[in-house]
């Protein structure tokens, strides 16, 4: 297919710097936007510095694009003003931008902390699907549940295509036991993002964003439906995290939900 313009908010975050160097081999040109300032690589187009409070901005940015990857918003616990600003009206900032310039297709990054106290899957448990009740774990959670909803209502009322991805943990390498289940490659990443792109009539899709790992919690069927053939699978990391960290323990709170320690931390966090 013909190179796609993206705009790719959130580009100088952690998910942002990786989409950006995987997503070009696809053939999508992007272009980048973050509240901080990113110094474009040789060959990458000026990023746009702007925070998604900021409605002209967002208008010109979306201005002629043919879809957004909208990663852009806070990624952990904060307080609930923080991400209200950021994540809720931020996002629909950003759906309104898309609305009035004519995109009509979103990418959302929303997160398995939107569904985070679902229980883990023990021994014969079916996958966790898709379609499983909302069960935030934070206020960050929440947010990412509201953006899901968001992309359900520009769909019905504007005929805005979204695929909202709960993304697992999408790192270089897993680092904990729970993201034996949940990690997402950053070559997966890519491979989904250029998926949720391209797909035909997704209207508002939801999909886990995983890699195939042998210890999966949730089922990847609404995103391999899109196209989705994930490479990667974090058991070649598992020998070496069970020595140092032991087995999930059904004692250990933090191994009792999806959403691991957001699910017990403090309500609020200390940053
Ligand atoms: P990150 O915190 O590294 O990057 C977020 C970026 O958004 C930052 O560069 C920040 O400057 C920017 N940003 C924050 N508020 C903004 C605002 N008001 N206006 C403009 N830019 C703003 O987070 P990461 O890990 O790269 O995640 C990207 C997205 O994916 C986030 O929405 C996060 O919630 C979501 N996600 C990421 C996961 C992961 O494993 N990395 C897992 C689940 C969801
Ligand atoms: C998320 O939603 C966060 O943005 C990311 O930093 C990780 O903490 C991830 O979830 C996770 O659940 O591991």
Wanted: charged letters at 25%; one cysteine or more.
């Amino acid at each position: 297919p013909a190179p796609r313009t993206v705009l790719l908010t959130g580009a100088a975050g952690g998910l942002g710097t990786l989409m950006r160097g995987l997503l070009p081999a696809y053939g999508h040109e992007l272009r980048l936007l973050d509240m901080v300032a990113i110094e474009s690589a040789e060959g990458e187009p000026a990023a746009i510095k702007a925070d998604l409070s900021d409605k002209e901005a967002l208008r010109e940015a979306v201005r002629g694009v043919d879809a957004i990857i909208h990663l852009a918003g806070i990624s952990l616990e904060s307080t609930f003003d923080k991400i209200l600003k950021a994540n809720i009206e931020g996002t629909y900032n950003l759906y309104e931008a898309a609305r009035e310039e004519g995109v009509r297709r979103i990418v959302f990054a929303s997160s398995n902390h939107a569904v985070g106290f679902t229980p883990r899957p023990r021994g014969d448990d079916p996958l966790i699907p898709i379609d499983t009740p909302r069960r935030p774990d934070t206020f960050y959670g929440l947010s990412k549940s509201f953006g899901e909803d968001l992309a359900q209502f520009y769909w019905d009322k504007h005929g805005m295509e979204t695929v909202s991805v709960r993304i697992g943990s999408c790192f270089m390498e897993p680092t904990s036991l729970r993201m034996l289940s949940v990690w997402m490659s950053p070559g997966d990443g890519a491979r989904l993002f250029h998926a949720a792109l391209t797909a035909p009539d997704v209207g508002h899709t939801v999909v886990y964003g995983s890699s195939a790992n042998t210890r999966l919690w949730w089922d990847l069927s609404s995103a391999r439906a899109l196209g989705y053939d994930p490479q990667d699978d974090s058991e070649q990391y598992a020998e070496k995290l069970i020595a140092e960290q032991g087995e999930l323990s059904d004692d250990n709170p933090d191994h009792a939900h999806l959403g691991g320690h957001f699910c017990t931390n403090p309500p609020i966090w200390p940053y």
